[in-house]
């Protein structure tokens, strides 16, 4: 069912959400149609959004949204106030629908403009950008931009994603929540224009960058089953820099509000996981090459795949008579006068490592004086895209070492370094990229930056530029990076000379190995390099992200899904149609009109939490098992992974309760009857091999403890660190089976677990033990309820649903409830949240018994 309303994630943003005056400007945009006779907008009926089929349209729609759109603005030059608009060629957003390269995909585009634009003019610069460019401008109230962009986005989340704690209130920008709140807002006018043009039951949407990180809420409050993606194109931070951030939950709920979420390298996606798990126990899974998590019934995909560069663009650029002449200049400037050129492309800001690269330029000079006269740094340094004291720290530290490293080495007619700090147009950079020996990128933290793929590509170059460098046919080409390990291509750029731009003396080195390599080496370095950039550009990074967004969003359709949760903990709870959360009035109704009942429970994680402490039953919960079990009519059971003994104590104050103890190998009928043994258990002299591989982990992993049983031995993790207890839980996990191969056992991984125990035992066994021994005793159960919480709960589930009608073990018509804990994939066909609503549950089924008792009694 579809929620109407996210009036409370607006309670968020109070005092900077947009006019009224505002919202009914927004509303003006003329609807897109979709669909023959209908038209997509705010008003749609509920039908409209249900999940209910509608006509397909004749191409696959993409609305991509981002901070800024792909478009330029200016002024009219004739004096008037009018505007005049032109795509922005540079623009990654249309770079993407340029290497999807598929007329059958229609794209529009969602985003703010550079340029503010005045209230009486946003209806009209609307329309013409719609019409003309197929995009969306967003628009917004005086001052709100500026809190959301160069408040919280540049002094908070910027910061803190690479890696920078505000220790002090001049180191980055401690948490504001009045910033917090406009970037809220602006999240939600993003929202709104997108509801303006979406129809929800076709389209695609493609969400850009840490700008937009609460969106994804917005739009699975409004859409349950929009297909939604994200991708991220800043690093993540570790969990420990991350967990710093007040608002933490929040935008990971958000961005679990997704289908597909995209990273350009492992590390990053790593720390999302990490964070998952540490703050939101959110377990993932890889299977067939794909991770995911599973959240509320929703599968949650994770992306892995570096954005690539615009190959077609680049070449054209490449071609141009402008780039030509440009390179003929630059060779005359260094090669002719015998100079090698390095470079450096980077913006102005505290994480490009501006500073770092001059010094270690200057060790350079001091270890190897031969260079000097010969090497010149060439540093293009692009304006800063934020503002603040930090950046003019920056500017001053740059102006001042280039300054001192000049007057050091330089002499006339010849200066080591040399600063360009005005902006460079395209094709004037890429010839520097020409002439250049060696690239150089020493940011100290970086998402990707595309600077030594466009390099690369610039190398390779083309016949004309040949001709002007001179080069011979058919001569391979070459090229140098020295690349920072911090920095998103790093992994994917296997022949670079990667550094830690923090060790100045290391980035010298490397320069020096650079220039000295033979060429034979360089040209086997730039051949590999060149055959990954042109083969991973922007347009296979595209049609990858969007092919698995395509296979996520698949299931949508067949799934029942609701809204739960208020504000940013808004979430959809997904459910297969045979898949249902267990109604108390339904079993309790089954419940009171059956004769013979079998009752079947799990403990730990079912009727226990499994982050209690005392794991020993409460009274309440003996109570309701005694009154459960002086009901003639019911048979009931504990079925447990614990020891006959830790059950016996807990529950021996049940007299006719059940106990099945080390997952159905030991099993009782009543507390006055003896133990007996399941299966045949034989020698357990495994137990000396496997003892000591787990006394190993468990030794080096701080946590971690052993559990001996009669016939079983398990290794619990569930107080150590999740990601290394995880990780140390794996490898325990092949080697017992190494170890154990020959042996009579089975090494099973738990909740928190490993496992060895002897073949053959399930509590599927104890399932088909009851249901014998009442068919025996002539008790068919006409009501079955069986509870789990994990794996071993699996073969319960799966024997109590195949029995029904076969060997008169269960009557025909009888109520049948295989019910898990939590929304997860299960034999179940019933699940409940917790073990709160199971406490609630089994309480309400003891008070019809104990009514039904006290009429007994009465008579």
Known sequence: MVSKSYSNLLDLASGDLPSPSFTRMTRQIPRIMTVAGKVSGDDQSE???????????QHDRLIIVANQLPIRAHRKSDGSKGWTFSLDENSLLLQLKDGLGDDDIDVIYVGCLKEEIHPNKQDEVSQTLLESFKCVPTFFPPGLYTRFYHGFCKQQLWPLFH????????????????????????????????????????DFVWIHDYHLMVLPTF??????????????????????????????????????????????????????????????????????GYISLEYYGRTVSIKILPVGIHMKQLQSVLNQPE??????????????????MLLGVDDMDIFKGISLKLLAMEQFLIHHPEWQGKIVLVQIANPARGTGNDVKEVKTETYSTVKRINETFGKPGYEPVILIDEPLKFYERVAYYVVAECCLLTAVRDGMNLIPYEYIISRQGNDKLDKVLSLEKPRLKKSMLVVSEFVGCSPSLSGAIRVNPWNIDSVADAMDTALEMSGPEKEMRHEKHYRYVSSHDVGYWARSFLQDLERTCKDHVRKRCW??????????????????????????????????????????????????????????????????????????????????????EWFGS????????????????????????????????????????????????????????????????????????????????????????????????GQSSVEVKPQGVSKGLVAKRMLATM???????????????????????????????????????AEVFACTVGNKPSKAKYYLDDTVEIARLMQGLASVSQQSLNFSDGF
Request: proline share 4%.
């Open 775 to 813: 068919q025996e005793r002539g008790m068919t159960p006409d009501f079955v309820l069986c509870i789990g919480d994990d794996r071993s709960d699996e073969d319960m589930f799966e024997v109590i649903t195949t029995s029904v009608g076969s060997g008169n073990c269960i009557a025909p018509n």
């Open 654 to 749: 049940c007299e006719k309760l059940g106990l099945a103890a080390e997952h159905g190998c030991f099993l009782r009928l009543k507390r006055d009857e003896e133990w007996e043994t399941c299966v045949q258990v034989e020698d357990s002299g495994w137990k000396q091999n496997a003892h000591p591989v787990m006394t190993l982990y468990t030794e080096t992993t701080d946590g971690s403890m052993i559990e001996m049983k009669d016939t079983a031995m398990v290794w619990c993790y569930e107080d150590a660190d999740p990601d290394f207890g995880s990780c140390q839980a794996k490898e325990l996990l092949d080697h017992l089976e190494s170890v154990l191969a020959n042996e009579p056992v089975t090494v099973k991984r």
């Open 219 to 288: 739009l699975r409050k409004r859409f349950n089953r929009v297909k939604l993606g994200f991708f991220l194109h800043s690093p993540f931070p570790s969990s420990e820099i991350y967990k710093t951030l007040p608002i933490r939950e929040e935008l990971l709920r958000a961005l679990l509000n997704s289908d597909l979420i995209g990273f350009h390298t492992f590390d990053y996606a790593r720390h999302f996981l990490s964070c998952c798990s540490r703050m939101l126990g959110i377990s993932y899974e890889s299977k067939r």
């Open 563 to 648: 809204g739960i949760g208020f504000g940013l903990s808004f979430r959809v709870v997904a459910l297969d149609p045979n898949f249902k959360k267990l109604s108390m009035e339904n079993i309790v109704l089954g419940y009171k009109q059956s004769t013979k009942r079998a009752i079947l429970l799990d403990y730990d994680g079912t009727l226990m939490p499994q982050s209690s402490i005392d794991k020993s039953p409460t009274s309440k919960t003996i109570e309701m098992l005694n009154i459960l079990c002086r009901d003639i009519n019911n048979m009931v059971f504990i079925v447990s992974a614990r020891s006959r003994t830790t059950l016996g």
């Open 163 to 202: 890696y920078m704690l505000p220790l002090t209130p001049d180191l980055g920008g401690r948490f504001n929540r009045s910033l917090w709140q406009a970037y809220v807002s602006v999240n939600k006018i993003f929202a709104d224009r997108i509801m303006e043009v979406i129809n929800p039951e076709d």
């Open 323 to 340: 780039t030509e002449k440009k390179v003929s200049d630059l060779i005359t400037q260094f090669q002719s006068q015998g100079k090698t």
């Open 47 to 57: 039908a409209g959004c249900s999940g209910l089929s509608s006509p397909s349209i």
